[in-house]
């Protein structure tokens, strides 16, 4: 037990190198970083955005106009000119995102019930996603315009029936069931908690699982070609020990690496998503959440723990004999790429795809890899399906096993010295 | 006497190359014995069979009367290794190198505590061993491995190319460190393709050649028995 302490030290000693910490902490303030700069300016678009009104109508018009883009979270500044060239220059100097004219005439007609058409100027400063909403604003705003005066002229043509169910005659209550329950909730709702919980999982799984792999497989080639192997495997040391202090080593850093990438990932996503399902939404869902099961309680917690760390037991066991036969450090990239590809396929096909729609043979595929399993179990956590995450761990278990017996046996053979992908240099 | 290592009829093939063919030599309490020959010549399998790292094709290898396959974990403890040319743990200062070599090989603290400061005393790095082994240059690295390989003062060192790639000062301090050990009662069984050495080193000695032993006997022996000035001119005779 002594010895695989020492060893176990040793390896913890070898990875945590100043190369391996300093970008793993810059990550992390740099996540949190953006999703503070996000969550700043998502806050500002919550507030009113500036539009710049040019009448070239009756007054009347301008107030309609006005209190209808009020009430649709715009701040109006009006401009006083009927020149919509220095229009623009007031917008552009101004920062306004949008300018709307009021053509003449525009309130008479449309009390004739005569169409019309209002202009709007985007000033484009930026090409940035965030800056694309204060523009589907004034969209927004437009069609609060229309619906104003549809109302308007529904009131005087068919004043028996409301403008808004003489428009949305059916509406529509919406369930979502989940296995035996059903509840009164919006599917979209139920969505953006689901992914809220459980976006960044799937994310930290992928990286940590290919970091762990990357770092156990360039450990054991580097010790290979340094000759450091042959200095421990001529020592008064169980060789099973070797191996397991290499697995248990890399373990306790990928956990730690795990956690910190959480930490950087959950306070990215915060940023992103903050606030989404608190206040009053929050509360309205919560009580239908509950009712449909999808809650994660701490024994959900726990399994997808195990599932995550066994993900990175399996992929350490398979990188250890990846890393054997690694010519040289160099080529580790090039012996690791189909551990890469095992990650990579569940990964893509689990996050992005309909998975319950696909083939049997592909499903049977996926379930036979053992990192589809953390992935698969992020989504059975939300309906405590513990008998398919419990089984997915077993199955984990066993292919663990598998791949650290053949290791303790290569270690335990001729091939740890022998074993290559390049057989041109096999003494 | 008890034999510090015998070797009897040892083959070793890889696949379908044969590394060792019928070697056979021993070594006694206080000898350095050396495998000399060129690259390739099967010297390194030899030592790597002896070390217990690779097991033989056939053939036997008693250290201290026991068969290295029948006991290897206790042969370990009597055994230590230095192969060629090989490095250490980059991220480890040299004290923390020797330090975690000497818990392997350690039973307890004031055996831990003995090995070190012979360690310390055969690396000859003093202040040096604090820093990282990344800034050592390669005889550093090497006087540090050698001092790691002997510190548990085993019965036999098996020492590959042990003045590889070193200076004329450093290779002259580390056989300067061998002779001394093998005075003290360390057997050595050493390899290496530089005839001067191996004369000024060895006890006695094996010329191999394509994983056959050609010749074997002390330096002085060989010269005579060829009727050559040095080791090289004997090898030459008899490995063509």
């Not at chain 1, 709307?100 to 449309?110: A, G």
């Not at chain 1, 699982?209 to 421990?232: G, P």
Request: charged letters at 20%; a positive charge; aromatic letters at 8%.
């Amino acid at each position: 037990m002594k010895k695989f302490i020492v060893l176990v030290k040793k390896e913890i000693k070898e990875l945590l190198t100043i190369q391996m910490i300093l970008p793993l902490i810059i990550m992390v303030i740099l996540f949190g970083f953006i999703g503070q700069i996000i969550s700043k300016e998502t806050e500002k678009f919550a507030a009113p955005q500036p539009i710049l009104l040019m009448n070239q109508d009756a007054p009347d018009s301008l107030a309609i106009v006005s209190d209808v883009l009020k009430e649709n979270n715009l701040a109006v500044s009006v401009f006083n000119q009927t020149d919509i060239a220095a229009a623009i220059v007031e917008a552009q100097s101004k920062r306004i995102p949008a300018l709307l004219v009021i053509p003449e005439k525009f309130y008479q007609d449309l009390k004739n019930f005569q169409p019309q058409e209002l202009s709007i100027y985007k000033i484009v400063q930026n090409f940035s996603l965030l800056a694309s909403v204060k523009y589907n604003m004034v969209d927004q705003a437009i069609k609060g315009i229309n619906s104003y005066f549809s109302d308007e002229w529904l009131k005087e043509k068919v004043s028996f029936i409301e403008p808004a169910s003489l428009k949305n005659p059916v509406g529509a209550k919406e369930f979502v069931n989940i296995n035996d329950k059903t509840a009164e909730v919006p599917f979209s709702l139920v969505m953006g908690f689901i992914q809220k919980q459980t976006t960044f999982i799937p994310i930290v799984l992928f990286l940590v699982i290919i970091m762990a792999a990357q770092m156990v497989a360039m450990a054991v080639a580097n010790e290979k070609e340094n000759k450091t192997f042959e200095i421990l495997l001529s020592s008064p040391i169980n060789r099973k020990t070797i191996i397991f202090a290499k697995l248990v080593g890399a373990g306790i850093v990928a956990l730690l690496f795990a956690a910190t990438y959480m930490v950087g990932f959950s306070s990215y996503m915060n940023g992103v998503t903050g606030g989404a399902l608190s206040g009053s939404a929050g509360a309205g869902i919560t009580g239908s959440l509950q009712a449909l099961g999808v809650v994660v309680t701490p024994m959900g917690y726990v399994f997808l723990g195990l599932s995550l760390f066994l993900g990175v037991l399996v992929a350490l066991a398979i990188a250890i004999i990846l890393g054997i036969l690694a010519d040289s450090v160099k080529s580790v990239q090039a012996v690791t790429t189909p551990l890469m590809i095992l990650i990579l396929l569940p990964y893509f096909l689990i996050t992005f795809t309909d998975f319950g729609a696909l083939t049997p043979a592909v499903k049977w595929l996926i379930y036979a890899i053992p990192f589809s399993h953390p992935f698969l179990a992020v989504g059975k956590l939300m309906v405590q399906d513990y008998a398919f995450i419990g089984a997915g761990i077993i199955y984990q278990l066993a292919v663990f096993l598998f791949f650290v017996v053949l290791a303790a046996k290569i270690f335990s053979s001729d091939k740890i010295l022998t074993l290559k992908l390049n057989f041109k240099k096999k003494r | 006497m008890q034999k510090a290592l015998e070797v009897k009829n040892l083959h070793k093939n890889y696949g379908n190359i044969q590394a060792v063919e019928s070697v056979s030599f021993d070594i006694n309490e206080n000898e350095i014995f050396a495998l000399v020959g060129p690259n390739g010549a099967g010297k390194s399998t030899i030592l790597k069979i002896v070390a217990t790292i690779l097991s033989p094709t056939s053939g036997e290898v008693f250290i201290n009367g026991e068969d290295i396959h029948r006991n290897a974990d206790h042969i370990r403890r009597m055994i230590s290794y230095l192969p060629e040319e090989a490095g250490a743990y980059k991220n480890l200062t040299g004290l923390g190198y020797l330090r975690f070599m000497a818990d392997i090989y350690a039973d307890n603290a004031s055996q831990k505590k003995e090995y070190l400061e012979f360690a310390e005393e055969i690396s000859d790095l003093k202040s040096r061993l604090k820093s990282k082994i990344a800034t050592y240059s390669k005889g550093m690295t090497r006087k540090l491995l050698l001092a790691r390989t002997v510190m548990s003062r085993p019965k036999l060192a098996i020492l590959d190319e042990p003045t590889s790639g070193l200076d004329v000062m450093n290779a002259y301090e580390i056989r300067t460190v061998i002779k001394k050990l093998a005075k003290a009662g360390m057997a050595v069984l050493l390899s290496s393709h530089n005839m001067l050495e191996v004369e000024f080193l060895s006890d006695r000695l094996a010329l191999i050649n394509k994983g056959v032993i050609k010749a074997s006997g002390t330096a002085k022996e060989l010269k005579m028995q060829n009727q050559a000035e040095n080791l090289e001119e004997v090898f030459m005779k008899i490995a063509l």
